[in-house]
């Protein structure tokens, strides 16, 4: 069974400073993860994803996150983070045992930037 | 290329009503998939279709949901009938899964907001 982690359900953060969304996962299979946003009132974009090519992904908007097996980690980083960021953020496994390629999202982690 | 459409955007309605939702994916994704999100939560899966027919229908109170992906194009969800606890967002997602460049990568709608009163 494959599981996902997210470590904090809020962060706050200042306009201008980095940005960490911390991510654990657990899954049988060589996993395939993404990281999702969803702003208010609006549908799930995907900003990055990992399918095991580069353990350093990049994604849309400047956010990056590093695959780490032995961690099992998927950490989602930004260098400077700014208004629009605010949103909500998903960490998902995708594992495709049985043929299904089901994916299995995290609780969700709250960013809030202030001025 | 045109996104996942649905709709209605929001409905409410009362407990032990019905209500149905429409899903039309992105053109050419064999796979259609239908979440809830609940308040707080991340989406859980209720049903993954693959062309016409149901991949994962294990998350799906079978007793009164039900969906249909008629023609293997677009999809219906509907609840019948409704329960308070079944106040959520319904996503629905498309992929091109099992085959094309991307399969992994679901494409979300910007889902239907239904409170049950």
């Known amino acids: 069974a494959q599981s996902v982690t997210q470590l904090d359900s809020h962060v706050s953060v200042s306009e201008g400073t980095p940005v960490l969304l911390r991510c654990n996962y657990s899954?049988?299979?060589?996993?395939?993860l993404f990281w999702y946003v969803q702003h208010p009132n609006k549908g799930l974009q995907l900003l990055l994803k990992?399918?095991?090519?580069?353990?350093l992904v990049k994604g849309i908007n400047g956010f990056e996150a590093e695959f780490k097996k032995s961690e099992t980690s998927f950490h989602l980083t930004k260098p400077s983070a700014h208004m629009s960021d605010a949103a909500e953020y998903f960490c998902?496994?995708?594992?495709?045992?049985?043929?299904?390629?089901?994916?299995?999202f995290g609780t969700g982690t709250q960013l809030k930037v202030e001025l | 290329e045109a996104g996942v459409a649905q709709s209605p955007r929001y409905k409410i309605i009362e407990k032990r009503q019905s209500v149905a939702f429409w899903c039309n994916p992105i053109?050419?994704?064999?796979?259609l998939y239908w979440y809830q999100q609940i308040l707080g939560q991340g989406p859980k899966l209720l049903i993954q279709?693959?062309?016409?027919?149901?991949?994962?229908d294990s998350q799906l109170p079978k007793d009164r949901f039900s969906a249909e992906r008629l023609k293997g194009v677009d999809s219906t969800l509907k609840i019948q009938p409704a329960k308070l606890e079944d106040s959520a967002v319904y996503l629905c997602?498309?992929?091109?899964?099992?085959?094309?460049?991307?399969?992994?990568?679901?494409?979300f709608g910007p889902g239907t907001r239904l409170t049950v009163l």
């Open positions: 997602a498309s992929s091109s899964y099992p085959g094309g460049e991307g399969r992994d990568t679901q494409y």
């Open positions: 899954s049988s299979y060589s996993p395939s």
């Open positions: 990992y399918t095991s090519a580069a353990t």
């Open positions: 998902v496994v995708s594992d495709r045992a049985g043929g299904g390629n089901k994916l299995t």
């Open positions: 053109s050419g994704h064999a796979t």
């Open positions: 279709f693959q062309n016409n027919g149901v991949v994962d």
